[in-house]
């Protein structure tokens, strides 16, 4: 998620990107720097940990002089945290300079690229090739140069980019990722988000994918990745300096929520190449997958609920026997690990202390570990054997959304490797899940762009004192995270149960008036499901179901439907637990209660 902040006029600069940078903190990052043109030459200080030490280390900008200069905190995602993988990033004459956010997704082609023309890398990251592709193509045009890095890269970028032999200029430019320019008396800014130019001038023009900037001192032109010149009309932010920080949304949960499908496109894409999937992180020939005869899943929390999902699909697509475990329980119960077994753990901090534990007796018993983390550098990035990054940016609410979405692709993409690394899936159906998997951020959005009709549904139960969720298979696991999502937040009392298992006692706490959430989104159980609402209604429960659009039949037994769009059985997750996020929060927002920072709950368990 990083924080992009850059400016150029007749102020110095430092301070003025500094104090910006510091309206981006609520963003989450782990290092930070700057690079001024002092009037000979570009310097660069740059260092690991809060703002405030780059504050403290240029005496709060006073150090770096010059009026033209760009600055960033990085949220670490390719490398782990350290002086030298901060940004900017320089070329090797230290006369072009870079900030980035976002993933360079053939940034191991081009560094491969680059290394056979002589360019060396001093840094594990992929922005370092942009500083070496723009030197690469600078013969002199600066606007050129990035324009040809552009139709070179693949992947998001927001970038801030300096010459030294142009200092009367900064150049920007998007593609997915977030950038906002604007100007007032003394200067031209670029940001990657509004409140870190809000203090200095309240219009504001939103860069478009694939759109670079030219900005100088008093003025800014436009230009389409092709250099053709274009016209924008600037945005009056009307905003206060707090909802700024929340995009104008109230909640940072809202916030991420609707954050997910860039959460989903970033996991996925980097990882799907043409008609393959390519996961280097596992580090596994197809020969060492197809030994695998057990895998263990081993979390916490929403992970855990994600890992119960996982379950499902890897039995499904690959036929690998699957446990899955809270990672407090199995650190305790002396699991049975065979030979030819393997663990992955999940955590959206890398830090959560009982899934650690798990990971380390793990690895003490002679198991190599998988982790699915969303932290680079996060204590079970640094010790589990091989690592799959989320790349969800950080979450500042403490009820994961955009995390949790994005473990369960994760999931997804393990399952289709292993299944067409064990034989177990044609071409044909490959070729139908990937489909189906390009599909989920566009139908996420569609999802998160109906939330006045749950909001509306909402209202009707904040008084709720019980609510049950019910579904079964894949259905149950997205019952489990909806039944948290509200209880965590909203504080009323909240179960999952598999819908067979109603019979078995949990039947006798419906009564008039009672909650039930069905989950129906898998064709085969859809008659089952059915039956089991029939049977909580006849008791008095109002009855809200979460289907498939096909499921018709559905509205004989609900009072209440919720459709989702068309995919394949085994990913519905995705798509089901969104109305189910938006219901959840509705009805915490209705009764007043802190959404952000639920009581007695914290974003990251790192004690047992």
Known sequence: MCGIVGYIGTKQAAPIILDGLSKLEYRGYDSAGMAIYDGGKINITKSVGRLKVLENLTHGGETMPGICGIGHTRWATHGVPSDTNAHPHFNADETITVVHNGIIENYLHLRQMLSDKGYKFVSETDTEVLAHLLDYYYKGNPMEAVTKVLHRVEGSYALGILFADCPDQIFAARKDSPLVVGQNGDGCFIASDVPAILKYTRKVYY?????????????????????????????????????????????????????????????????????????????????????????????????????????????????????????????????????????????????????????????????????????????????????????????????????????????????????????????????????????????????????????????????????????????????????????????????AYAAGELKHGTISLIEEGTLVAAVSTQPDLYAKTISNMVEVKARGAFVLAVTCEENKEIEKAADYVIYIPETNPYFTNSLAIIPLQLFGYYVAVGKGCDVDKPRNLAKSVTVE
């Open 207 to 495: 860069v478009d994918n694939q759109e670079v900037v030219r900005l100088r001192a008093d003025h800014m032109h436009f230009y389409s990745v092709d250099e053709e010149e274009m016209t924008k009309e600037p945005v009056t932010i009307e905003w206060d300096a707090n909802a700024a920080e929340k995009a104008g949304y109230e909640h940072f949960m809202l916030k991420e929520m609707y954050e997910q499908p860039k959460t989903v496109t970033d996991t996925l894409l980097p990882r799907i190449k043409g008609r393959d999937i390519v996961i280097e992180e596992l580090n596994m020939s197809d020969e060492e997958l197809n030994a695998i005869n057990k895998i263990h899943i081993v979390a916490c929390g929403s992970a855990y609920h994600a890992g119960v999902t996982g379950k499902y699909v890897i039995e499904g697509l690959a036929r690998i026997p699957v446990e899955v475990d809270l990672a407090s329980e199995f650190r305790y119960r002396n699991p049975i690990l065979e030979e030819g077994a393997m663990v992955i753990v999940i955590s959206q901090s890398g830090e959560t202390a009982d899934t650690l534990a798990a990971l380390r007796e793990s690895k003490a018993r002679g198991f190599k570990v998988l982790g699915i983390v969303n932290v680079v550098g996060s204590s079970i990035a640094r010790e589990a054997d091989n690592v799959m990054y989320t790349w969800a940016g950080p979450e500042i609410a403490v009820a994961t959304t955009k995390a949790y979405s994005a473990q369960l692709v994760a999931l997804y993409l393990l399952a289709m490797k292993f299944g067409r690394a064990r034989g177990k899936i044609d071409d044909k159906t490959f070729a139908s899940l990937l489909g189906d998997l390009k599909r989920l951020p566009n139908q996420i959005e569609m999802l998160l762009n109906n939330k006045l009709k749950i909001q509306k549904f909402a209202n009707r139960y904040i008084g709720a004192k019980d609510v049950f969720f019910i579904g079964r298979g894949i259905d149950y696991a997205i019952s489990l995270e909806g039944s948290l999502k509200l209880k965590e937040i909203s504080y009323i009392h909240s179960e």
